[in-house]
């Protein structure tokens, strides 16, 4: 028959790492300036009909 250990209930007591909020933040961010930059674009070309974007200079 096998023996149940129950342990203490503060020694099972697992922390999550903080750096993976900070990721999700990051990613988040990330995101919203691909949104950002796209929204532009799209303005941009509304604009101008004519106007294609060159990468190189937009990177930022």
């Known amino acids: 028959m096998e023996r149940l250990d129950y342990g203490s209930p503060l020694g099972s007591v697992v922390e999550k790492p903080t750096r993976s909020r900070g990721s999700k933040k990051r990613k988040w961010r990330e995101i919203e300036a691909l949104k950002e930059r796209h929204r532009l674009e799209k303005e941009?070309?509304?604009?101008?009909?004519?106007?294609?974007?060159?990468?190189?200079?937009i990177e930022a």
């Open 44 to 57: 941009l070309q509304d604009i101008d009909f004519n106007y294609e974007p060159d990468w190189d200079l």
